[in-house]
């Protein structure tokens, strides 16, 4: 074994910590203090609810149900919500009516238990008082009468033209209500036509399936059963339809011992690029090179020219040694060439690791061409009549398109959306559209399960209406969403029994099977290589990982939570390789203009390492200008620079620096421990020593109960922060605002950190979750000076708060730096129905930490003792663990040897971390298994 | 030169200290005794309910049993309100002409929720699990007081940290139902000594706070 590399944090490029101008202006945040008012006020504040008026002054509201129903005060809601258009099973837990938390329904396909970032916030935006509630027409608020008289008349005008100029467009649909609906209106208008947009389309993905197979088939990896993985810019584990099923399945074949060898080539580092096992930066152009040269060797592709790329021989001796377990994967930024090069190789190797499913929307197409021809069917005057439903075109169109200008010139046009977003700035009508969590509905998951979306609470706006109700109001023949979802699959299940096949559906939240595999014989003229594009800067265009693209810009939770591999929050920055950012002569947050085709944007620059030199990856999602104030103005609008193609990558950028600086607000400065004593690998099959218990004088406490402890598994972790989420969630964890955050004043309970091994051109990734350690010989409890922390009789540390004084010594002699301060009173703003009435709300001035959920030990504890039985493993899930989507967190009672944390303790990967300063800490870690790369 | 002070200032200072201190010692001692009383406590003070409902009538005069409104004192948490349709269920057919149920015929008819308002709620930092300490024994009257005779609905104790602690050191007091004492999986069977000093898991913070 050559020498260990060690760990390291991420760049760290100026002494001083970035930190934005404004915080000069202000040392003591006064400004900053109402900077993160607005903010959490746009999160969390609450316009007053049907029914919840003041509370009156003694007394405090006890919400009976109108009609005796034995779980009333807490259920569970098995759903939906969509990303992209494809369905991950949720279970929505809500109290006294109101969505309080969002969870991983164990049965759906997509999720199985799992979360991630966006569908916890499901519950922010949900009762974000920034959603629209009112219908618009010119912006200002009009009755619903008006909106059905102007539909009346778009109805009477179209259908004189037998539909001719009607045009919908929607985001991608692959419910079956929602294609319904829109096929109703297409016949009864047959000159009607539907256009579908999604800025995060992989259009090159469909193109690539015709070519291979001629049909448009979606291609779904078995990341349990695959040996080899070859991606080429695909990120299984991030970004990739059914991430969290691919995550889970990715770790439970390593955890079994027979871990699938993940290569990844990509340009930008991806959360699957930073836990490859192979790890290959490429430059946008060098994709097809590389794709062609991998699959010449494998013998699906004819052999290349003499030039081939160092890593191809490799990479294919890798999938020739897994053979049909072997599955090559091209993603988004591959173009049609690679995905059909894919295609091929996984036919030569006889993949079995992968299906080719049926495609679960509706109508699968290029995304970017249907937009296209909307744009200059409404420029050449076609267009008489819009409707955009769920579609934010305006923002997240490339710029270059003009759909702006365009949209701007109809006649009628009517935006049905959650926000009153850029589009509904644009057009003539706003309709409030629901919130997932609230209105009925139907979709599909990735691999084709259909799922029923039921609502978990009640509508908080009486005007919204579905995509469903406003086409059928357009047809004149008004339909309810309940009814219309009930229709279609009470059509779907002719012959069996509707009343219990929907009561199963609703209650399990999966309506069916997924389709069976295709099984598709590959074309003979699959191969139709694309020109070479010309060498030299280029602009790679990503979905950020918070904002996904912009339409999660506005939730709160996700702008502050730090991005897994900048650990940047609250904006973003043109992201390139640190090797480009020294030849450009640039300092990280210097200010560059970038230019393509004429097209300019200002942007702050930051390196990353592993990112591919001679490119600059640019985040989709930021630079919002409407929505909202969470979202609005933070960091630039990558899309303003965006060919009209909606490309991935463009070549020809040109970029000059300003002379300015506008540094990200970064977390990577903050709560650093030593990276060479917090994180420990092992080879495969290896151990650490495990060190003895330390000597002491005193007794130990004895814990005759239960003792409380859990284990993080470092080899799991793929770093995508759904439990940091999840905890903020659930222990309403307030948002502080950049300003704050750059004082490293943020307050998650759980923080993520981010270690990269190895060369800066080309590292590795760890990633750490650090939760509170409740330590058994706890430095923050003897420093307290008025016993505000203490241990309790089953091991937690816990926090008085309100006997805290606000000395904070305790987080000054924390090693782990997990302990935050309340420098503002938070509560006013948390106190809203989204909050989890089980977590108490801090007042400022006082320490708060991870509890263990302490809430979720007491109620099952409080269950067990009732039912007079003994806790079972397992019983008590914290929010973190729960939302894991690899089942790194294992939480139990290490009194039990037979628990799954006492088991997940005597592995030989198990380590403390710091755990040479004696604090004996019951959140322990297994080391990362990593090969030892020759 | 004159002299500032006259011969009786020194005798009127330490009066107005001696005084002043007085007055703050009171101060202290009447706020003391203040918070300590029932009235800091909103003991005996009515909430306003959404109907004019007698606990001395139902529980009291017609000895309803308690669980038959509060259905899940044994079973879970919150102890749980009657809903609506419970209500309504006797009051279809017994006293059914008042105008008083109107706004839970509203609430059935909506279909939203009867706003009754709590005498007993405990602060946002206090988990109290209503079906832990009816299986353990503790009567609904050690905290709620003898509803029975209530006409209308009042706090009957203090309800503070100290209240609560008064029965988690020596529980064995309010136990109604002895047989349920020690319950083998109750926290009462953790007690354990530790350098020969009693820990009770009932008396750490993390048992009632969170």
């Given at each position: 074994?050559?020498a260990?590399?060690?760990?390291?944090?991420?760049?760290?490029?100026?002494?001083?910590?970035?930190?934005?101008a404004?915080?000069?202006?202000?040392?003591?945040?006064?400004?900053?203090?109402?900077?993160?008012?607005?903010?959490?006020?746009?999160?969390?504040?609450?316009?007053?609810?049907?029914?919840?008026?003041?509370?009156?002054?003694?007394?405090?509201?006890?919400?009976?149900p109108?009609?005796?129903?034995?779980?009333a005060?807490?259920?569970?809601?098995?759903?939906?919500?969509?990303?992209?258009?494809l369905?991950?099973?949720?279970?929505?837990?809500?109290r006294?009516?109101?969505?309080?938390?969002?969870?991983?329904n164990?049965?759906?396909?997509?999720?199985?238990?799992?979360?991630?970032?966006f569908?916890?916030?499901?519950?922010l935006?949900?009762?974000?008082?920034?959603?629209?509630?009112?219908i618009?027409?010119?912006?200002?608020?009009?009755?619903?009468?008006?909106?059905?008289?102007?539909?009346?008349?778009?109805?009477?005008?179209?259908?004189?033209r037998?539909?001719?100029?009607?045009?919908?467009?929607?985001?991608?649909?692959?419910?079956?209500?929602?294609?319904?609906?829109?096929?109703?209106?297409?016949a009864?208008?047959?000159?009607?036509?539907?256009?579908?947009?999604?800025?995060?389309a992989?259009?090159?993905?469909?193109?690539?399936a015709?070519?291979?197979?001629g049909?448009?088939?979606?291609t779904v990896?078995?990341?349990?059963?695959?040996?080899?993985?070859?991606?080429l810019?695909?990120?299984?584990?991030?970004?990739?339809?059914?991430?969290?099923?691919?995550?889970?399945?990715?770790?439970s074949?390593r955890a079994?011992?027979?871990?699938?060898?993940?290569?990844?080539?990509?340009?930008?580092?991806?959360l699957?690029?930073?836990?490859?096992?192979?790890?290959?930066p490429?430059?946008?152009?060098?994709?097809?090179?590389?794709?062609?040269?991998?699959a010449?060797?494998?013998?699906?592709?004819?052999?290349?020219?003499?030039?081939?790329?160092?890593?191809?021989p490799?990479?294919?001796?890798?999938?020739?040694?897994?053979?049909?377990?072997?599955?090559v994967?091209?993603?988004?930024?591959?173009?049609?060439?690679?995905?059909?090069?894919a295609h091929?190789?996984?036919?030569?190797?006889?993949?079995?690791a992968?299906?080719?499913?049926?495609h679960?929307?509706?109508?699968?197409?290029?995304?970017?061409?249907?937009?296209?021809?909307?744009?200059a069917?409404?420029?050449?005057?076609?267009?008489?009549?819009?409707?955009?439903?769920?579609?934010?075109?305006?923002?997240?169109?490339?710029?270059?398109?003009?759909?702006?200008?365009?949209?701007?010139?109809?006649?009628?046009?009517l935006?049905?959306g959650?926000?009153?977003d850029?589009?509904a700035?644009?057009?003539?009508?706003?309709?409030?559209?629901?919130h997932p969590?609230?209105?009925?509905?139907?979709?599909?998951?990735?691999?084709?399960?259909?799922?029923?979306?039921?609502?978990?609470?009640?509508?908080?706006?009486?005007q919204?209406r579905?995509?469903?109700?406003?086409?059928?109001?357009?047809?004149?023949?008004?339909?309810?969403?309940?009814?219309?979802?009930?229709?279609?699959?009470?059509?779907?299940?002719?012959?069996?029994?509707f009343d219990?096949?929907?009561?199963?559906?609703?209650?399990?939240?999966?309506?069916?099977?997924?389709?069976a595999?295709?099984?598709?014989?590959?074309?003979?003229?699959?191969?139709?290589?694309?020109?070479?594009?010309?060498?030299g800067l280029?602009?790679?265009?990503?979905?950020?990982?918070?904002?996904?693209?912009?339409?999660?810009?506005?939730?709160a939770?996700?702008?502050?939570?730090p991005?897994?591999?900048?650990?940047?929050?609250?904006?973003n920055?043109?992201?390139?390789?640190?090797?480009?950012l020294?030849?450009?002569?640039?300092?990280?947050?210097?200010?560059?203009?970038?230019?393509?085709?004429?097209?300019?944007l200002?942007?702050?620059?930051?390196?990353?390492?592993?990112?591919?030199?001679?490119?600059?990856?640019l985040?989709?999602?930021?630079?919002r200008?409407?929505?909202?104030?969470?979202?609005e103005?933070?960091?630039?609008?990558?899309?303003a620079?965006?060919?009209?193609?909606?490309?991935?990558?463009?070549?020809?950028?040109?970029?000059?620096?300003?002379?300015?600086?506008?540094?990200p607000?970064?977390?990577?400065?903050?709560?650093?421990?030593?990276?060479?004593?917090?994180?420990r690998?092992?080879?495969?099959?290896?151990a650490?020593?495990?060190?003895?218990?330390?000597?002491?004088?005193?007794?130990?406490?004895?814990y005759?109960?239960?003792?409380w402890?859990?284990?993080?598994?470092?080899?799991?972790?793929?770093?995508?922060?759904?439990?940091?989420?999840?905890?903020?969630?659930e222990?309403?964890?307030?948002?502080?605002?950049?300003?704050?955050?750059?004082?490293?004043r943020?307050?998650?309970?759980?923080?993520?950190?981010?270690?990269?091994?190895?060369?800066?051109?080309n590292?590795?990734?760890s990633?750490?979750?650090?939760?509170?350690?409740?330590?058994?010989q706890?430095?923050c409890?003897?420093?307290?000076?008025?016993?505000?922390?203490?241990?309790?009789?089953?091991?937690?540390?816990?926090?008085?708060?309100?006997?805290c004084?606000?000395?904070?010594?305790?987080?000054?002699?924390?090693?782990?730096?997990?302990?935050?301060?309340?420098?503002?009173?938070?509560r006013?703003?948390?106190?809203?129905?989204?909050?989890?009435?089980?977590?108490s709300?801090?007042?400022?001035?006082?320490?708060?930490?991870?509890?263990?959920?302490?809430?979720?030990?007491?109620?099952a504890?409080?269950?067990?003792?009732?039912e007079?039985?003994a806790?079972?493993?397992?019983?008590?899930e914290?929010?973190?663990?729960?939302?894991c989507?690899?089942?790194a967190?294992?939480?139990?009672?290490?009194?039990?040897?037979?628990?799954?944390?006492?088991?997940?303790?005597?592995?030989?990967?198990?380590?403390?971390?710091?755990?040479q300063?004696?604090?004996?800490?019951?959140?322990?870690?297994?080391?990362?298994?990593?090969?030892?790369?020759a | 030169?004159?002299?500032?002070?006259s011969?009786?200032?020194?005798?009127?200072?330490?009066l107005?200290?001696?005084?002043?201190?007085?007055?703050?010692?009171?101060?202290?001692?009447a706020?003391f005794?203040?918070?300590r009383?029932?009235?800091?406590?909103?003991?005996?003070?009515?909430a306003?309910?959404?109907?004019?409902?007698?606990?001395?009538?139902?529980a009291?005069?017609?000895?309803?049993?308690?669980?038959f409104?509060?259905?899940?004192?044994?079973?879970?948490a919150?102890a749980?309100?009657?809903?609506?349709?419970?209500?309504l269920?006797?009051?279809?057919?017994?006293?059914?002409?008042?105008?008083?149920f109107?706004?839970?015929?509203?609430?059935?008819?909506?279909?939203?929720?009867?706003?009754?308002a709590?005498?007993?709620?405990?602060p946002?930092?206090?988990?109290?699990?209503?079906a832990?300490?009816?299986?353990?024994?503790?009567?609904?009257?050690?905290?709620?007081g003898?509803?029975?005779?209530?006409?209308?609905?009042?706090?009957?104790?203090?309800?503070s940290?100290?209240?609560?602690?008064?029965?988690?050191?020596?529980?064995g007091?309010?136990?109604?139902?002895a047989?349920?004492?020690?319950?083998?999986?109750?926290?009462?069977?953790?007690?354990?000594?530790?350098?020969g000093?009693e820990v009770?898991?009932?008396t750490?913070?993390?048992?009632?706070?969170?």
């Open positions: 074994m050559s260990p590399t060690l760990p390291r944090h991420g760049p760290d490029p100026s002494p001083e910590p970035a930190q934005p404004a915080l000069l202006a202000a040392p003591h945040g006064t400004v900053e203090r109402r900077d993160a008012l607005k903010l959490m006020g746009a999160s969390f504040a609450l316009a007053a609810l049907g029914g919840c008026d003041e509370a009156p002054e003694h007394g405090h509201p006890l919400h009976a109108a009609r005796a129903s034995d779980n005060a807490s259920a569970e809601y098995a759903t939906i919500l969509e990303l992209d258009g369905a991950r099973g949720v279970l929505v837990r809500t006294g009516g109101h969505a309080v938390k969002v969870e991983g164990p049965r759906h396909p997509a999720s199985l238990g799992a979360t991630d970032i569908a916890e916030a499901a519950v935006s949900l009762h974000d008082p920034h959603r629209s509630r009112s618009r027409r010119g912006g200002r608020p009009v009755p619903p009468a008006a909106l059905e008289a102007a539909l009346a008349s778009l109805r009477s005008e179209v259908t004189a037998a539909g001719q100029g009607l045009r919908i467009l929607t985001g991608p649909v692959s419910s079956p209500t929602l294609a319904w609906a829109i096929s109703e209106v297409l009864e208008f047959p000159g009607a036509r539907w256009h579908q947009h999604d800025p995060l992989d259009d090159a993905a469909l193109e690539g015709m070519r291979a197979f049909q448009p088939v979606a990896p078995d990341m349990a059963r695959a040996r080899a993985v070859l991606c810019g695909a990120d299984p584990l991030g970004g990739m339809a059914g991430h969290l099923r691919h995550a889970r399945d990715w770790a074949a079994a011992g027979r871990p699938p060898r993940l290569i990844v080539a990509e340009s930008a580092p991806s699957s690029g930073a836990r490859a096992d192979h790890r290959i490429l430059h946008p152009a060098g994709m097809e090179p590389f794709a062609r040269a991998v010449a060797a494998l013998g699906a592709a004819p052999p290349t020219g003499d030039e081939t790329h160092p890593d191809a490799g990479a294919a001796s890798a999938l020739l040694a897994a053979g049909p377990d072997a599955v994967l091209a993603g988004r930024g591959a173009s049609a060439a690679v995905h059909a090069l091929a190789m996984n036919a030569r190797l006889g993949s079995t992968c299906r080719q499913l049926p679960p929307l509706t109508r699968p197409e290029p995304m970017a061409a249907s937009l296209a021809d909307l744009a069917g409404m420029r050449a005057g076609e267009v008489s009549h819009l409707l955009i439903l769920g579609a934010n075109p305006a923002y997240d169109a490339p710029a270059a398109l003009g759909f702006e200008a365009a949209l701007r010139r109809l006649p009628f046009s935006h049905l959650f926000r009153q850029e589009t700035r644009l057009c003539t009508w706003h309709v409030p559209l629901p969590l609230e209105a009925w509905g139907d979709s599909r998951a990735f691999d084709g399960t259909p799922a029923i979306r039921q609502p978990a609470t009640a509508s908080l706006s009486d919204a579905c995509e469903v109700e406003l086409l059928a109001a357009v047809r004149g023949t008004p339909v309810t969403a309940r009814a219309a979802v009930e229709a279609t699959w009470r059509a779907a299940w002719t012959g069996q029994d219990a096949r929907w009561a199963g559906a609703l209650e399990g939240g999966v309506a069916g099977e997924a389709p595999p295709l099984s598709l014989p590959l074309r003979e003229d699959w191969d139709r290589p694309s020109p070479s594009p010309p060498a280029a602009a790679v265009f990503a979905p950020d990982p918070g904002t996904r693209g912009g339409a999660e810009a506005h939730e939770w996700l702008q502050e939570m991005r897994p591999l900048t650990k940047i929050t609250w904006g920055a043109a992201l390139m390789a640190p090797s480009t020294a030849a450009l002569g640039l300092q990280p947050g210097d200010e560059v203009e970038l230019e393509l085709d004429g097209r300019r200002l942007a702050p620059c930051w390196p990353l390492p592993g990112h591919a030199p001679d490119c600059v990856t985040p989709l999602g930021g630079g200008r409407a929505g909202g104030p969470v979202g103005r933070r960091g630039f609008d990558a899309y620079l965006r060919p009209a193609d909606g490309a991935w990558h463009a070549p020809g950028l040109a970029l000059r620096p300003t002379g300015r600086r506008a540094p607000v970064t977390t990577d400065s903050h709560h650093r421990v030593d990276a060479a004593e917090a994180l690998s092992v080879p495969p099959g290896g650490l020593p495990q060190p003895g218990r330390d000597a002491s004088l005193h007794r130990d406490w004895p005759p109960g239960h003792a402890g859990m284990a993080i598994d470092l080899d799991a972790c793929i770093g995508c922060n759904a439990c940091a989420v999840a905890c903020q969630a222990n309403n964890v307030p948002v502080v605002g950049p300003l704050a955050v750059s004082q490293g943020e307050m998650h309970w759980l923080r993520v950190d981010r270690y990269h091994h190895g060369a800066e051109e590292p590795a990734a990633f750490q979750p650090v939760p509170c350690m409740h330590c058994e706890a430095p409890e003897p420093v307290c000076p008025v016993n505000a922390t203490l241990h309790d009789h089953e091991g937690l540390n816990v926090m008085v708060h309100a006997r004084i606000g000395t904070r010594t305790c987080s000054n002699n924390c090693p782990y730096k997990v302990r935050r301060f309340n420098w503002s009173d938070h006013r703003l948390l106190d809203t129905p989204a909050r989890n009435p089980e977590v709300l801090r007042p400022r001035g006082v320490m708060e930490k991870c509890t263990y959920c302490t809430h979720r030990i007491s109620s504890r409080s269950n067990a003792a009732n007079g039985r806790l079972r493993d397992g019983e008590v914290t929010a973190c663990q729960r939302a989507p690899t089942r967190i294992t939480f139990g009672d290490i009194n039990d040897p037979d628990s799954a944390v006492s088991r997940a303790k005597d592995s030989g990967r198990h380590y403390a971390m710091l755990g300063l004696g604090t004996r800490p019951r959140t322990t870690y297994l080391a990362r298994v990593a090969e030892d790369e | 030169m004159a002299q500032i002070f011969a009786r200032a020194d005798t009127r200072l330490r107005a200290v001696i005084i002043g201190l007085a007055i703050a010692v009171l101060a202290g001692a706020g005794a203040h918070v009383s029932g009235a800091a406590w909103a003991i005996g003070r009515p306003p309910q959404p109907i004019p409902f007698s606990h001395a009538v139902h009291g005069g017609l000895e309803l049993d308690c669980r409104c509060h259905s899940g004192v044994e079973r879970r919150d749980g309100m009657p809903s609506a349709g419970t209500c269920g006797c009051h279809d057919r017994v006293w059914n002409v008042t105008a008083q109107v706004p839970l015929r509203a609430a059935l008819a909506r279909g939203t929720a009867v706003e009754w709590s005498v007993s709620r405990l946002d930092h206090v988990r109290f699990d209503h832990a300490h009816t299986v353990a024994g503790v009567g609904c009257e050690s905290c709620h003898k509803v029975e005779e209530m006409p209308r609905t009042v706090r009957a104790e203090t309800l940290m100290g209240f609560c602690l008064d029965c988690h050191r020596d529980p007091s309010r136990q109604v139902t047989a349920s004492a020690m319950r083998p999986h109750g926290l009462q069977a953790r007690r354990h000594l530790h350098y000093v009770s898991p009932l750490r913070c993390s048992t009632c706070h969170r």
